[in-house]
């Protein structure tokens, strides 16, 4: 569960709904404010204005993946470069020891599928520059998918908005073709001024955020696709599991060379410590 998405989420609403009804002349919270910010046809116009032109600009299939899309903003499956890292040396370890083929017996223990394919070419002797094309050629329609799947929600984003400005534009008609009716005059302006609040709540709250997760989350699964690419090239050809993982090394971010670091190195002053309480121990004897 992704603790950060799910407070981010309750803040923004909780914070928006707090300034709707705390009133800062009696200092308490109204609940009937929230009267003022209902309105149907503001949001029959801007919700429903998105969803028809959204269904209008995207096949049924993008709507279909909108269970999981949240599951992977709230319940994200977990990517670790330093495990993929650990997993490709034990495998180069593996094949410089006993060969290529031996690999072969390692696949039965990959979940990964990108992994297990990539190993399969190898394992079948295929051409190092066809295996590279192969990969490459994946990776490629992996980052268009993602790429496809973000954009659905950045044009909701987009849409949204602009369906607010047509809610604006249809309450100022009608406030204006009916001057003399001071009911339909409220009408008119509160359809006008609350339309555009919809849009701008829709694309800032909802859609804009999980466009960007989905990027945070294709960014992590990324980076450990193209970590193992360069290690099944490596181990193909030949190179030492060293070499190979200081290779691996050098292609993470700053922030996760800092993290895997930090797992690897036992704290400095820990080693110095036992060695002390050992020679205690044997004055002790």
């Known amino acids: 569960m992704d603790i950060m998405s799910i407070l981010g989420l309750l803040m923004a609403v909780i914070l928006v709904l707090f300034g709707i009804m705390f009133d800062t002349n009696t200092m308490k919270v109204v609940l009937g404010n929230l009267n003022a910010f209902i309105s149907y046809p503001s949001l029959a116009i801007t919700v429903g204005g998105t969803i028809g032109v959204m269904m209008l600009s995207f096949p049924a299939s993008s709507f279909r993946k909108i269970g999981k899309h949240l599951k992977i903003v709230f319940r994200p499956k977990k990517f670790d470069p330093g495990e993929s890292i650990r997993q490709i040396v034990e495998l180069a370890t593996e094949a410089r020891m006993k060969g290529l083929l031996s690999l072969e017996d390692k696949l039965m223990d990959i979940d990964d599928p990108f992994l297990y394919n990539s190993l399969m070419l190898v394992v079948d002797s295929v051409d190092l520059e066809k295996v590279r094309g192969v990969m490459e050629t994946e990776l490629e329609q992996f980052d268009e998918r993602h790429a496809l799947d973000?954009?659905?929600?950045?044009?909701?984003?987009?849409?949204?908005?602009?369906?607010?400005?047509?809610?604006?534009?249809?309450?100022?008609?009608?406030?204006?073709?009916?001057?003399?009716?001071?009911?339909?005059?409220?009408?008119?302006?509160?359809?006008?001024?609350?339309?555009?609040?919809?849009?701008?709540?829709?694309?800032?709250?909802?859609?804009?955020p999980i466009a960007s997760k989905l990027k945070v989350r294709h960014d992590e699964e990324f980076l450990c696709k193209q970590l193992i690419m360069e290690g099944v090239l490596a181990i193909q050809e030949g190179e030492n599991p060293k070499?190979?993982?200081?290779?691996?090394?050098k292609l993470l971010p700053a922030g996760q060379k800092l993290k895997l670091d930090q797992s690897r190195q036992m704290p400095e002053d820990e080693e110095p410590v036992k060695g002390r309480k050992a020679k205690k121990q044997k004055k002790e004897k």
């Open 150 to 208: 973000r954009s659905f929600y950045e044009k909701a984003a987009s849409y949204a908005p602009a369906f607010g400005m047509i809610g604006t534009l249809v309450g100022l008609v009608l406030m204006l073709g009916n001057m003399n009716d001071v009911n339909s005059l409220a009408a008119g302006m509160a359809t006008a001024l609350i339309t555009t609040f919809y849009g701008s709540l829709m694309a800032n709250v909802i859609c804009l």
């Open 243 to 249: 070499f190979i993982e200081e290779k691996l090394y």
